[in-house]
């Protein structure tokens, strides 16, 4: 018996990355390498955080890492990825 397979609604993702048990590993040591990759690419008034939200969908908590680059006098943030 032939299987046929779906196409990914989402073309580029990896659901077995998104899984639970695997998404959190990956996505704290991605988060870091981008950190690493885009702090010398910018000038020195800038610098790059790794940072935790926490927001509630639905009555589950989700935590998860993001980046600021802030500024380095004002410590304004610059932007968040």
Same mark, same amino acid.
């Given at each position: 018996?032939?299987?046929?397979?779906?196409?990914? *609604?989402?073309?580029?993702?990896?659901? $077995?990355? &998104?899984?639970? @048990?695997?998404?959190?590993?990956?996505? +704290?040591?991605?988060?870091?390498?981008?950190?690493?990759?885009?702090? *010398?690419q910018l000038s020195s008034e800038y $610098?790059? &955080?790794?940072? @935790?939200r926490t927001y509630q969908t639905m +009555?589950?908590?989700?935590?998860?890492?993001?980046?600021?680059v802030r500024e380095m006098v004002t410590?304004?943030?610059?932007?968040?990825?």
């Open positions: 018996m032939e299987v046929l397979h779906m196409p990914s *609604p989402f073309p580029g993702m990896d659901p $077995y990355l &998104e899984q639970p @048990t695997f998404w959190s590993s990956f996505h +704290s040591r991605l988060i870091v390498a981008i950190a690493d990759a885009i702090e *010398p $610098y790059v &955080e790794v940072e @935790t +009555s589950v908590s989700v935590n998860e890492r993001y980046l600021e410590d304004e943030v610059i932007t968040v990825i």
